[in-house]
């Protein structure tokens, strides 16, 4: 008997790259994507696992795996696949050797995105099949038919999760590995060359495969179709599947397994045998507006929303008119973003509100520069966007415009994406100043290494990438290395390198504080002898609250010893009190 174990979609999601045999694995960490690659991790006696600098060569990568002839996939969040555009939509065109699988996973609601982008839209425009499960179980399983699919196709496939699903448990039955035999690498340049006499003889050939596909997607296993109330049917895919079979128990519903080609035929069969046709899908109307334009009367968007999670209150309400009796939940108290206690962006971010600096932001856990009471970071795009922006800046409105601008990006992201854009600075003759975050890590994701922390995905020892050597090479002349808790030193270094009339680099360095395991040092306010000036509290440490009598007091379940209170009070009111181990 098969053993069966509950597992987050994410953690099934690598089990079924494992159970498929997957042999090479690429990503960069988005959440919710990122615990796939450290879940697969445990299986690398089988698979080989990496964290690449960015989704563009993670796809490349697969891409090339493929081609030798071995599953391969890829990972990555929604926005991530934006980055992977380019190697994604002509990959379309070549086709496969062995499977390729890229994992893409949405966010509806926005719980740690930028954007709520839909996959499905994007894979449309591509032409690329797109898989999506609806629990752990399907995210397992669906993954071999991913690759099965994709072999028998000739056709890249991505395999769609969201927010909901992968994070996420439910039961899952192991298997065991498949054993895969690599296919043997055949020259093929009509088919692997993308010049455009090829392209254009293999975007004939993809219209085929996808017609064909679109065929068999009418009888594939993993689009099924449950009859029972004639009265309502719905068609569904993913996460929401379960929101409907929750609120409409009795409803009939055809479930797809498989959400780009559609099973038309499956579809108007369905359709034709219920009186009423609902399509519940979250984010953009992708099922239905296809549906609707084969003639086929269907009800969606005009009660259900574009935007965020769906829920099966949110449905019963919608659908059958019912407010559900529910209790309200209790209402938390408001918290806002903030920096951790410790964190060195905070520090670096105290210096440059005080000298009244807009920072161009980055993604990262730096983008809280933004909030009160730091309100330093005036914008947050993309990846490696901050120091585009601050260039483009500087070209529309002159080098004066931006000395009281700095770009700030995180060490990671600067790696993924920012390098290009120093590059670009540099070449272009422009000004500026970039300040590398560098606390060691991908931070926001969960601590993920990078190719300038020294070691690999598999916690092998690896070449760390020296960032003021690579700067230099760059042809950045005026690179400056600062600890991120020297303010003294910091805030003298960012005002002489502002006022340079061409780029220069910064790098705050200091470890992420949730890095270091071991016991911090502590620190206390002698409250006698304190003034109330408030000084300590302008950066924001939630470590810090002034009780009511004005006095500050310092909660040591929280304090990491970073030392930031200490030297921005001014009276010595603030001391160590306990040594770190």
């Not at 034709?272 to 099922?287: G, N, T």
């Not at 209790?330 to 951790?340: D, E, K, M, T, Y």
């Not at 060691?440 to 960032?467: E, F, N, R, V, W």
């Not at 911090?520 to 950066?539: D, F, I, N, S, T």
Request: net charge negative.
């Amino acid at each position: 008997m098969a053993e069966k174990v509950l597992m987050l979609g994410n953690e099934a999601i690598a089990r079924g790259a494992y159970e498929a045999g997957v042999k090479v694995s690429s990503a960069y960490p988005g959440t919710p994507s990122t615990e796939i690659s450290e879940f697969l991790v445990q299986y690398k006696e089988d698979v080989y696992e990496e964290w690449a600098p960015n989704e563009k060569v993670a796809a490349e990568v697969a891409v090339g795996a493929s081609l030798a002839g071995v599953r391969a996939m890829a990972c990555m969040k929604h926005v991530g696949l934006n980055v992977a555009a380019d190697p994604l939509y002509s990959v379309s065109y070549m086709g496969v050797n062995g499977g390729l699988v890229l994992v893409v996973a949405d966010d509806p609601g926005l719980y740690s995105s930028q954007n709520e982008q839909d996959t499905r839209m994007v894979a449309r425009a591509a032409q690329i099949p797109v898989i999506e499960p609806s629990d752990s179980a399907e995210a397992k399983d669906f993954f071999r038919t991913a690759f099965e699919l994709s072999e028998q196709f000739d056709r890249p496939f991505i395999f769609r999760t969201t927010t909901r699903l992968a994070h996420s448990q439910g039961l899952v039955e192991l298997r065991d590995r498949t054993k895969v035999e690599d296919r043997p690498y055949e020259k093929n340049i009509r088919k692997h060359v993308m010049m455009p006499v090829n392209a254009q003889y293999r975007h004939r050939e993809i219209e085929k495969r996808n017609q064909e596909l679109a065929e068999a997607a009418n009888t594939l296993a993993i689009n099924t179709v449950e009859i029972l109330d004639t009265r309502i049917g719905v068609i569904t895919s993913g996460i929401p599947y379960q929101y409907v079979k929750e609120a409409l128990p009795g409803a009939s519903v055809l479930k797809l397994g498989m959400v780009n080609p559609l099973p038309r035929k499956l579809i108007e069969d369905f359709a034709s045998r219920v009186e009423k046709l609902y399509i519940v899908e979250e984010l953009d109307p992708v099922i239905e507006e296809q549906v609707k334009s084969w003639g086929i009367q269907a009800v969606g968007k005009e009660i259900l929303t574009v935007q965020g999670e769906y829920s099966a209150n949110m449905l019963r309400r919608a659908i059958l008119g019912e407010e559900p009796d529910v209790q309200a939940p209790a209402q938390a108290p408001g918290r806002p973003p903030i920096l951790c206690p410790g964190c060195p962006h905070r520090s670096v971010y105290h210096v440059l509100h005080k000298l009244k600096l807009h920072a161009a932001g980055d993604i990262g856990c730096y983008t809280l520069g933004a909030v009160a009471p730091l309100s330093v970071v005036d914008t947050t795009m993309c990846m490696g966007s901050s120091i585009s922006t601050l260039h483009g800046m500087e070209k529309a409105k002159g080098t004066d415009y931006i000395k009281n601008w700095v770009a700030v990006i995180g060490d990671s992201t600067f790696l993924h994406t920012g390098v290009n854009s120093l590059m670009n600075m540099v070449y272009n003759h422009a000004a500026g100043t970039v300040m590398i975050l560098d606390n060691s890590t991908t931070g926001m994701t969960g601590h993920q290494d990078h190719a300038a922390t020294g070691k690999t995905l598999q916690g092998d020892p690896a070449c760390a990438i020296d960032l003021v050597q690579l700067c230099h090479a760059l042809g950045v002349k005026n690179v400056s290395v600062v600890n991120a808790f020297d303010i003294a030193l910091l805030e003298k270094t960012v005002k002489e390198e502002t006022a340079r009339e061409e780029v220069s680099v910064i790098i705050a360095q200091s470890p992420c504080v949730l890095l270091d395991k071991s016991k911090k040092p502590l620190y206390k306010v002698r409250e006698a002898q304190c003034k109330k000036c408030g000084a300590c509290m302008k950066p924001g440490c939630p470590a810090m609250t002034k009780q009511e009598n004005g006095v500050i007091r310092i909660d040591d379940t929280m304090c990491t010893g970073c030392g930031l209170c200490a030297d921005l009070c001014k009276f010595g009111c603030i001391e160590l009190v306990k040594a770190g181990e």
